[in-house]
């Protein structure tokens, strides 16, 4: 029987502008293929940092150029955005290599929005950078007309920085588990999903915030009853002591064991630590399930047990 398996692809995935993206979707599809010819079913979640950045810039530019007649484009539909063509190259490109393979699997992309605490505590104390960097001048006005946070970065200019929440639920996922259970292949939560709120009735707002993609990943493994998180970066297992003469690599830890790795503060805060924290957190929401770190070209292999750093219950 296969596995019902989310994963979370990592920027190096994705490349860092569109002419890169278009190559590094083949590498990434035919890893996720892979998985999909094994007999699993997979969810695909990625990041956006470059992407919804370059969107920002696009956006800043085209204001500066004429404020009278161009607004700044909201942080959630930029998010939106990137979603939209991200997913596009990667459901095609599936598809492509599904279909090279003899496969015929629909392959999908929903535009996901992710539900966040209107009063969770990162919303006071915002440090997630993001968009062009400004003049002080420039920075001044965005704080007084649209109420921006801004902060000044080693000497380059100034950038708006904005928080990021944790997730509390994902809105679409419903749909999601509809399309995985006909046996669609889903992309779904990009850039760790759009960042809303509800307000009165059942209207749902943007948040100007970003969702870590790791955690929203979690989230909707859990939301899915899926059997393994697959979160992928750049190395092929997670270490200790790191970059040490006594580093040492992890192959299968349990919660508890990495709970005690992060409180010794071994994984750095916005790289491997949010990664180890959703592994942790999905091994631990119900028996039997299962969270791997690794390269994207080993995620066959770390699945079957012979690499990859894979986190157990106790």
């Known amino acids: 029987m296969g596995k019902r398996i989310v994963v979370a692809l990592g920027g190096n995935a994705l490349g860092n502008n569109l002419p890169e993206q278009m190559i590094a979707v083949k590498r990434t599809s035919k890893a996720i293929a892979d998985l999909i010819e094994e007999g699993n079913q997979v969810v695909i ?26 607004i700044p484009c909201p942080l959630s539909v930029c998010v ?20 090279d393979r003899g496969i015929r699997k629909g392959v999908s992309t929903v535009l996901t929005q992710v539900q966040v605490d209107p009063n969770d505590p990162a919303f006071q104390n915002p ?13 001044q006005k965005m704080v007084a007309e649209r109420d921006y946070q801004v902060v000044e970065d080693a000497g380059r200019g100034w950038r708006r ?47 100007a915030a970003v969702i870590d993609k790791d ?20 190395v092929e297992k997670v270490a200790i002591h790191f970059g040490k003469p006594n580093q040492q690599w992890l192959d299968t830890i349990t919660v508890s064991q990495a709970k005690q790795y992060c409180d010794e503060g071994h994984f750095a805060p ?32 770390g699945i079957q047990g012979r690499t990859g750093t894979i986190i157990v219950n106790d």
């Open 161 to 207: 920085v904005v928080a990021s929440p944790k997730p509390v639920s994902i809105v679409e996922i419903d749909s999601i588990r509809d399309m995985v259970d006909a046996g669609l292949v889903v992309v779904a939560c990009g850039g760790g999903g759009i960042p809303v709120f509800t307000t009165e009735g059942n209207h749902l707002k943007g948040a």
């Open 215 to 234: 955690f929203a990943s979690e989230c909707m493994a859990e939301m899915l009853d899926a059997d393994f998180l697959i979160i992928l970066t750049a």
């Open 80 to 99: 939106a955005m990137s979603q939209g063509y991200i997913g596009y190259d990667l459901q095609n490109g599936l598809r492509e290599e599904l279909l």
């Open 270 to 301: 916005g790289s491997m630590l949010p990664k180890v924290q959703a592994a942790m957190a999905f091994a631990a929401s119900k028996p039997g399930r299962r969270a791997l770190i690794t390269l994207l070209e080993k995620a066959r292999d």
């Open 127 to 139: 440090t997630k950078p993001i968009g062009a960097f400004m003049t002080q001048e420039e920075a």
């Open 45 to 70: 979640a990625h990041g956006n940092g470059p992407q919804v950045g370059m969107i920002q810039a696009a956006m800043t530019e085209l204001t500066r150029s004429d404020p009278k007649k161009y």
